[in-house]
């Protein structure tokens, strides 16, 4: 049965609004030579990812035959060489190699070069034969614990291919200030062809069916790497994912997801399985620990980046009201990178503890009672103690988990944690209360902030109503029971870009003129910052940049 989350919790918010009511532009070289129809391809063009001080892991893929599809299995092993250069006419190479690829990776191609200088731009490039890929640009980090004054990040997040097109990817790779754009996840969906959005197909992707074996998995990000926002955006800067539900099958979780039936579908965990590996051959991202994408990159003496795993250990979701939601046997990290994420953020010495996080962190509950009467009445009842969650796929429904990381931040007095979250498909400036039931009396100890989506639906979407019309009734509800909600947005679509320096880290908020058309322009709305060593957010009335 097809129920997406993502439609139940924007629904949820549409409900409440219902019943209460740049830079200079940055274009991939062409292909040196001109392929013909017998000469290797590079059809998927070019990305880069995860850098480092002294490197970063360039990818592509190859269709070396007519017959070499992604997820055919077809295909001969092809030699693959790859160039760096200081320079964008490879004039100054400083480094190169080959390597080989074939079926067995879908003919994907990964280097992790190193090597490099910090802080400095490259380009790069592939080879096959007499044919060159597009060229891409990428840079490195900052020296660990060198002086960085500022870093800056394009955030995205919720990409479904048939709810629109990619502009929000044009224009971030038409800006030259960025160090890297950071994807928090659902960077493609799994749904059959109409099964999601029900508001309407934009455009059709490829399998039409839902996606369940390696060869479906593959076959669903190699059409989304034929977007030609999606390639432009990977020529020109370094992308930093994770993943999250949608990258498997809606709701996800350790040992099984909402949209997944075993009867028909088979196992969960094969499915899983596949998933994983078609993200690491198509993603330039590194396998961490475990094979998962939890792990950690640096920014010089500025900013930690620490990225979350929120699906492959987490516990099932329970039911929205359950009480459930507070049992410390239910993780959603994991104990492993739960004792990770606190010793990373306690040993840190940068100025900014940045946590790439999947789902949105901050509480959010309707119907709390006063807090004299909050612990008895919860009780009685069986309810979480936080209120009535609505969002029991956040960390809303894991609490332990949230209880356990904020109380250490408080206890050990860390500092400038900024939450950076995806999912939910609206935007959100928040404060991080320690206990949500007695702020603002109980302190703020983190900040987060949640960019929309790229193109899946939102509120105004489902309702079916101009943007802005419906929801800020919803919107003034939800910040009137939560009072650590700054702002919420909850129609538009878009992107932010993160500004990072030693005195303040600043979230600016784009938004587009229409997800259905491919030349949708893209517009500053608002901005939130939080200053160094407050934990607190504030409205700023212009962007960075």
């Not at 030349?519 to 940049?545: C, F, M």
Request: proline content about 5%; overall charge negative; glycine content about 8%.
């Amino acid at each position: 049965m097809i129920n997406p989350r993502r439609r139940t919790v924007v629904k949820a918010a549409a409900a409440t609004a219902a019943l209460a009511a740049g830079g200079t532009a940055y274009a991939p070289a062409a292909q040196a030579t001109q392929a013909t129809a017998a000469a290797p391809l590079f059809g998927h063009g070019v990305a880069s990812g995860d850098p480092l001080p002294d490197g970063v892991l360039l990818w592509t893929r190859v269709t070396p035959t007519a017959d070499a599809l992604p997820g055919s299995g077809a295909g001969p092993e092809t030699a693959v060489r790859w160039e760096v250069a200081e320079d964008r006419g490879f004039g100054r190479i400083v480094a190169r190699g080959e390597t080989r690829t074939g079926a067995a990776a879908d003919h994907t191609v990964k280097a992790d070069v190193r090597g490099l200088s910090p802080a400095t731009t490259y380009y790069f490039r592939f080879a096959v034969g007499e044919t060159f890929s597009p060229t891409g640009r990428t840079r490195t980090a900052p020296a660990a614990g060198a002086r960085a004054d500022s870093v800056r990040f394009g955030v995205v997040s919720c990409a479904n291919w048939e709810s629109g097109y990619f502009s929000a990817y044009r224009h971030l790779a038409a800006r030259t200030d960025l160090d890297a754009v950071l994807h928090l996840g659902d960077y493609i969906y799994e749904y059959g062809t109409g099964q999601y959005p029900k508001t309407g197909t934009v455009r059709a992707h490829s399998p039409a069916h839902e996606i369940v074996t390696l060869a479906d998995y593959r076959l669903r990000h190699a059409t989304y790497k034929t977007d030609t926002d999606l390639q432009a955006l990977h020529a020109a800067h370094p992308v930093i994912a994770i993943w999250d539900d949608h990258e498997f099958a809606n709701d996800a979780w350790s040992g099984g997801a909402e949209n997944h039936t075993p009867e028909t579908e088979g196992d969960y965990a094969v499915r899983a399985a596949a998933a994983r590996q078609a993200y690491f051959e198509w993603m330039p991202v590194r396998a961490s620990t475990a094979g998962t994408v939890y792990r950690r990159l640096t920014f010089g003496d500025l900013a930690d980046l620490h990225l979350l795993d929120l699906r492959s250990f987490r516990s099932q979701q329970v039911r929205v009201g359950s009480g459930a939601v507070d049992d410390p046997e239910r993780v959603i990290t994991g104990r492993a990178q739960l004792d990770w994420l606190k010793a990373g953020l306690a040993q840190s010495s940068a100025t900014w503890k940045l946590v790439g996080t999947s789902v949105m962190i901050s509480p959010l509950a309707f119907g709390a009672l006063p807090a004299h009467l909050l612990g008895p009445f919860t009780e009685l009842l069986g309810l979480p103690q936080g209120g009535i969650a609505p969002l029991v796929d956040q960390w809303d429904g894991y609490t332990d988990d949230r209880r356990e990381l904020l109380s250490h931040l408080s206890e050990r007095s860390i500092r400038n944690t900024v939450f950076l979250t995806g999912d939910i498909h609206m935007a959100w400036a928040n404060e991080v209360p320690a206990r949500a039931a007695t702020y603002p009396l109980s302190p703020s100890v983190a900040t987060e902030f949640v960019v929309t989506s790229v193109t899946s639906d939102n509120v105004d979407d489902l309702l079916n109503v101009a943007p802005h019309t419906a929801s800020p009734v919803g919107a003034t509800a939800i910040q009137g029971s939560n009072r650590h909600v700054k702002w919420v947005d909850m129609d538009s679509h878009g992107y932010g870009v993160l500004d990072v320096t030693a005195e303040r880290s600043q979230m600016d908020y784009y938004v587009l003129s229409d997800r259905a058309r491919p030349d949708a322009t893209a517009a500053w709305a608002r901005s939130y910052r939080t200053l160094n060593g407050t934990q607190k957010i504030e409205r700023v009335h212009q962007p960075v940049g």
